[in-house]
């Protein structure tokens, strides 16, 4: 195994290019043994590692010292916690500083371009057919409100922490670089896997427009397995075109966003009023053909639907005034896009039965059969319009979730950059657009909507407990008893809510461990109001109710995760495990090095600025002699 994760790619000076195997003490003459696919894979993972670290850096991690050190080092990453100051330090990392261009307005629409696209097109039928009926109006409004409360603790963090990491820096900051790197690794997933499920929506709304199927648009490889063998290059055009749009401007991907918006308001302004007209209130019965477990199976699946308004908050560096913008933004945009998901949702069950609603294409399906097949066309563009907003904003918000990690040197520190001239990321939004777009091109919606919502509602979750770390404790201020206290809490909080969500997951009818396990969860949350003092008050914009909303938000995210199915946490499971591999040989040691070094350069600068101001007397090296401090975080 050793010697299996330390395979590179050499490159000697007349550019060939040579596999071998490097240990621990010498390079063995025997080259590995691979299949043809293993071999190209093997070739790209290495190339993109030499492209990336330098050869100094790839011996250093994977040599005999890496190993020896990454017991203690990890342990220091886990343990340590960054700084407000740290994560606004570290934007000189990037070179050049994002500009600040944009207002609440454009945040508004951001918010309802990231989200309302192919979840609220596609999940709708399938879910009101197949899950809820035509209480998925209720599903909504249960994503809408475990959305809601993650968009509060967001808020509050996006704006005491105005950079472009998102949920990695507000983790960083109160839990630790391990969990940071977990939480950012899984989001990155999501948005790639969503990217590329919006793009092959995007190309089955198309052929409807022009009368064709969507099959008749993509290219059949029967030589592939079955859902990876119908390959969609118009998905991976119109990803080309978002690359090209997102990188040359934010403010410009801004405008775009807005006529893009603007006319996707109004298409579904004409799907709900002209629905309306044609709505039979006998189709709504009966209300709730599958019962309560429908509506929250449903609602852990339509929580897609909401997913995207994280890129919201990654924009805080390019805002003009964050204290200001990003509630309104936020907050105003989440609230938005609830009302029209269930007016959308009542709309569709009203014009026809739920058992003979269309999965695939329900809204443009449900015109033709209420008489309006005219309509149906101006259903299909005005999806195509709304993926459209959502593929842009998602291409804005995953690059800069890239840029902040890459800052840190978790990944490799040319993902940082951002160019002087456009003043964004390109290099790390070509790669997760690239990504995207080679998933887009190969694997089929269903599989990709498999992969969907899990890992954002553990991210959702996480940052609620790091909003209530937050405001409870302070290193060097908060009491060890008090800080006892604050665990003990968290974990009574997040331990009953688990056992809420298993128990739900578990039994089809029982309600007596209810009464026991959620007085548990609401005894937890009260006894931190009463007996845990804040040691923390925000200092522009703060979330009300506290610790009541961050705590709720905790409870309907895990709850909703008891509602997903087995094959979601393995893959879960398979990706973290290959989060875990990378951090350990590189990210782990290029981010330990780099704070390290960042550390002492604070310290530095620190103590001459005491000599400077004429308080302790400098050395004859013009230093201060070593006082005993050592580089903290």
């Not at 902040?404 to 940082?416: D, N, S």
């Not at 995207?436 to 990709?448: K, S």
């Not at 396990?517 to 949350?525: G, M, V, Y």
């Not at 290959?578 to 550390?599: I, P, Q, R």
Request: hydrophobic share 50%; charged share 15%; net charge neutral.
């Amino acid at each position: 195994m050793e010697q299996a994760v330390k395979l590179i790619v050499q490159f000697t000076r007349n550019s060939s290019i040579q596999l071998s195997i490097i240990t621990t003490s010498q390079l063995t003459a025997s080259p590995p043994v691979f299949t043809p696919s293993g071999q190209l894979l093997f070739l790209i993972l290495s190339l993109s590692l030499h492209l990336l670290y330098s050869d100094s850096e790839i011996s250093a991690y994977l040599g005999k010292n890496g190993f020896e050190e990454t017991p203690a080092r990890l342990a220091d990453r886990i343990l340590t916690r960054s700084s407000v100051e740290a994560e606004l330090e570290v934007k000189a990392r990037s070179e050049n500083e994002m500009k600040r261009t944009l207002s609440w307005w454009d945040l508004i629409w951001f918010g309802m371009g990231a989200v309302i696209g192919a979840g609220i097109f596609v999940l709708t039928g399938r879910e009101a057919r197949q899950g809820a009926g035509p209480a998925v109006v209720l599903s909504y409004a249960v994503s809408g409100l475990s959305a809601l409360l993650s968009v509060f603790c967001y808020t509050e963090f996006a704006v005491e922490i105005p950079v472009a990491g998102g949920s990695f820096a507000y983790l960083r900051v109160e839990l630790g670089d391990f969990v940071a790197f977990i939480a950012a690794g899984n989001i990155l997933l999501e948005y790639v896997i969503g990217g590329a499920a919006v793009a092959r929506t995007w190309t089955s709304y198309f052929a409807t427009l022009c009368n064709h199927t969507s099959d008749e648009f993509r290219i059949t490889v029967h030589q592939l397995a079955k859902g990876y063998n119908q390959l969609d290059p118009i998905a991976v055009g119109i990803l080309a075109i978002i690359c090209a749009i997102a990188v040359l401007s934010t403010k410009g991907s801004s405008r775009l966003n807005y006529i893009a918006s603007i006319v996707h308001m109004l298409v579904i302004l004409f799907i709900i009023i002209c629905g309306l007209i044609k709505a039979d209130t006998k189709n709504y019965t009966p209300f709730t053909p599958f019962g309560p477990r429908g509506i929250f199976k449903a609602s852990a699946v339509l929580f897609f639907s909401y997913v995207g308004f994280d890129a919201v908050s990654t924009m805080a560096e390019e805002t003009k005034n964050p204290a200001k913008d990003i509630p309104i933004g936020l907050v105003g945009s989440m609230v938005i896009t609830t009302t029209i998901y269930c007016l959308m949702a009542v709309t569709l069950c009203l014009m026809q039965p739920y058992q003979t609603i269309d999965p695939d294409a329900p809204f443009s399906r449900a015109f033709e059969i209420v008489g309006w097949g005219w309509a149906q066309y101006i259903v299909a563009a005005g999806a195509l319009k709304g993926m459209t907003s959502v593929l842009l904003v998602s291409a804005v918000g995953q690059a800069r979730y890239l840029t902040h990690i890459a800052r840190t040197h978790m990944m490799p520190p040319w993902f940082a950059k951002v160019n002087t001239k456009t003043g964004t990321p390109i290099n790390a939004t070509i790669v997760m657009l690239a990504a995207t777009a080679v998933i887009a091109f190969f694997t089929d919606l269903g599989i990709l909507s498999n992969l969907l919502s899990i890992s954002t509602l553990i991210i959702f979750m996480l940052v609620a407990v790091a909003l209530l770390v937050r405001r409870y404790y302070v290193s060097g201020e908060t009491t060890i008893e008090n800080r006892n206290k604050l665990i003990v809490f968290l974990l009574l909080i997040i331990g009953s809510s688990i056992a809420i969500a298993a128990y739900w997951g578990i039994s089809e009818s029982g309600w007596i461990a209810y009464c026991i396990i959620a007085p548990i969860w609401f005894l937890s949350t009260l006894g931190l109001s009463i007996f845990v003092p804040q040691a923390r008050k925000p200092k522009l914009w703060g979330i009300p109710l506290v610790p009541w909303l961050p705590s709720s938000s905790i409870a309907i995210n895990i709850f909703l995760l008891g509602s997903i199915d087995k094959d979601s946490f393995i893959r879960f499971a398979i990706w973290s495990g290959f989060l875990l591999v990378y951090y350990f040989f590189f990210g782990l040691h290029a981010s330990y090095d780099t704070a390290k070094e960042f550390e002492g350069k604070a310290i530095q600068e620190r103590r001459l600025r005491i000599v400077e101001e004429g308080q302790i007397p400098a050395t004859k090296s013009g230093l201060l002699p070593n006082d005993g401090i050592e580089p903290s975080l």
